[in-house]
Nanobody
Framework: QLQLVESGGGLVQAGGSLRLSCAAS????????MDWYRQAPGKQRELVAG???????DYADSVKGRFTISRDNAKNTVYLQMNSLKPEDTAVYYC?????????????WGQGTQVTVSS
């Protein structure tokens, strides 16, 4: 059974950086695309970055040029390097997995990790 554990969030000043990690277990990690989502207070959860099983990446326009998603299949971990952080990046960040076989996302969310960017 898939388990996802996010970590690495914290409080940072605008312009600073954080590196989030998401450790996956219970799946053949290499068979899943991995995504990072975020949810700010009063807003819907939004997709911010994704990486395919082969390493192809895509980003929401709001984070392009600032965030980098990567994965280490040997460690069953996906990362989100966040640079030049802005207050509007403040949110709870979640990861999730999409099966390359079925195309379906894992239907549950972990605890997420809080990112707070102060101005």
């Amino acid at each position: 059974q898939l388990q996802l554990v996010e970590s690495g969030g914290g409080l940072v000043q605008a312009g600073g950086s954080l590196r989030l990690s998401c450790a996956a277990s219970g799946i053949i990690f290499s068979m899943y695309a991995m995504d990072w989502y975020r949810q700010a207070p009063g807003k819907q959860r939004e997709l911010v970055a994704g990486i395919t099983s082969g390493g192809s990446t895509d980003y929401a326009d709001s984070v392009k040029g600032r965030f980098t998603i990567s994965r280490d299949n040997a460690k069953n971990t996906v990362y989100l390097q966040m640079n030049s952080l802005k207050p509007e990046d403040t949110a709870v960040y979640y990861c999730n997995a999409n099966s390359v076989v079925t195309g379906k996302r894992f239907p549950y969310w972990g605890q997420g990790t809080q990112v707070t960017v102060s101005s």
